[in-house]
Nanobody, 125 residues
Framework: QLQLVESGGGLVQPGGSLRLSCAAS????????IGWFRQAPGKEREGVAC????????NYADSVKGRFTISRDNAKNTVYLQMNSLKPEDTGVYYC??????????????????WGQGTQVTVSS
């Protein structure tokens, strides 16, 4: 079965760091752009970051620029989201998604072919 599996979430204090991983099974990530999204309790899902299939370009939501870094290792079939200087408002379920469009044009609104089940990130004292 074709799957995306997120891992690396957990509880962290404000100012702390986490690294999320998105691993693919059953398909090859090198042909897909990958987006990270999050959903806080009672709020709509929002885009966090996107990376093109080759890793040649990245995009970030204004709220995370300078704090989050998206990267990929196609040889490992894995995409990462390094999150630093975490704030309570970063709390939510984080999802990765794969787009066969390859690039991150209009990435927050684009249709994605595969979604992971999500990993919980909680930033709290």
């Amino acid at each position: 079965q074709l799957q995306l599996v997120e891992s690396g979430g957990g509880l962290v204090q404000p100012g702390g760091s986490l690294r999320l991983s998105c691993a693919a099974s059953g398909f090859t990530l090198e042909y897909y752009a990958i987006g990270w999204f999050r959903q806080a309790p009672g709020k709509e899902r929002e885009g966090v970051a996107c990376i093109s299939n080759s890793g040649g370009s990245t995009n970030y939501a204004d709220s995370v620029k300078g704090r989050f870094t998206i990267s990929r290792d196609n040889a490992k079939n894995t995409v990462y989201l390094q999150m630093n200087s975490l704030k309570p408002e970063d709390t939510g379920v984080y999802y990765c998604a794969a787009s066969g469009l390859r690039l991150c044009v209009l990435w927050m609104l684009s249709r994605y072919d595969y979604w992971g089940q999500g990993t919980q990130v909680t930033v709290s004292s």
